[in-house]
C-alpha cells in the first residue's frame, strides 16, 4: 500500500524554503530548521485499530477498509468506515474513525473528554500496551464485535527516523517537550519518543491537547530534548 | 448573599498543615507555601452569566436563581437552573449551567471543543469583554431570550486579592504561567491577571485545559510570575 497524497505537507514545503532561503542570504540555519526534517504536529480526533477479524465481523467476510484520506506517515489512511462504540454504561460514540492498514490488535483511542462522556476511566497507555484496560462493544453494519480490553487515551507521543532521533540526542521511550505558541500557548511535557526508519517526523496530540491551545496550521510549535 | 461551605477547600486545609508542620520543625516554609494564600485550580465547564431581564424572560417573571453549589469565591454560585443553547447552525448544548448572581451582561463560555461540536468560530476573549462577539438563541421552561452577542472561550485567568499580586510580583492585567504535573503535565502560559480585594487564590482553566493534563484534585500545580 503506497501513500499518494498530491501535495506535500505545508511544514514540509515551509522547511525547504526556510532552508532554500537561509542558504541563499549566506546566513546560518536557526536551529529550529536546521534539522533533517520538517516538525509536524497533528490533532488525532478519537478513533480506533482494528484487526482483520474484528473488520470481517463487523462489514462482512472479506471486507477491506477503504481510504477516506490518507495520513502524514507512510502507508496510514483514515478508512471510509466508521463504527459506534458502545461504552459500559450503554452510551454510545458514533462516527467513530477506523483507522488502516489492519493491525494485529484492537485499540479505542479516546480523549477524556470523550471518557467523561461515556462514563469511562481511561487509563494514559502508550499504543500497544493495552493488558488490563477495559474494553466495550462495537457496533458495525454486519455485526457487533466485542473487545474484551483496549480502551485508551494515548501517551501524546512523537514519530521519528533515527536520524532525527540523533539531530534531538534522543532515544526510543525517551520524553520530549513540546511548546506551543499563540494566544493561549502551552507547553506539553513528558512526550514519548518513538523510532522507526519508517516515520516521518511528527507530533501527534489528542484533541483536548489541540483545543487548549486552539492549534492551527500556522501556530508555532517547537519541539525540545 | 453569603457563601455556606460546610467544608473549607482541600486546598486551604492543605496550606494550613502545611505551614504548621514546618513551623512545629522549626524549617523555613517552601517557596510555594509561604504566600498568604493557598493556590486552588479549578475546571470552569461550560456555563453563562445573565442578566436579570434574560432570568425573567427564561424562567418567568420574578424568578430568582436558587444555589445548586457555592463556588470558591465568595458569593458566585452554580444555580440549580439550566438551559438549552441553540448555535447558529441550529446544533444545540443541553443542560448549559447558569452561574448566580445575576450580572449586568449576558455572557455564554464555550471551550473550543464544545465550539468545534457546534460550529462556531469561537474569540477568545477576557470575561466582560464581548464587544463584537456572535450571539446564539437561549431556551428555557418560559421562554426564548436571543443573546445579540457574547459567545466566547474564556481566557484562562487567575483571581487573587492584592496581597497574593504582591507576593507573586505581578499586576492586574498582566500574565502568569501554571505549571501542572503528573503523567500528562503541561505548563499554561498567558494567563491573565485579574485582583480585587474580593478574590480568592484561584486558577480558572476550561475543560478541554483541565482534560488535557486530566486534573485530579491531588495534581501539583505551582504558580509562577
Redesign the interface.
Known sequence: MVATNALPHRAVVEHFVRQAVYQRLGKPLPERASGPSPLVVNVSARHCHLTLEAVETLFGKGHQLTVHKWLYQEGQFAAKETLTLIGPRSRVISNLRILGPCRNLNQVEL???DG?ALGFDLP?RSSGNIKGTLGCMLMGPAGFFKMSEGVI?A??HVHMSPDDADFYGVKAGGDMTLKIGG????????MLVRVDKSFKLEVHI????G??C?LQPDTPCELIA
Chains 1, 2 share one sequence.
Open positions: 480523549s477524556y473528554t467523561i494514559l487515551r501517551l501524546r494566544p493561549c500557548a502551552l507547553t506539553l511535557e513528558k489528542d484533541t483536548d491537547e483545543n487548549a486552539n
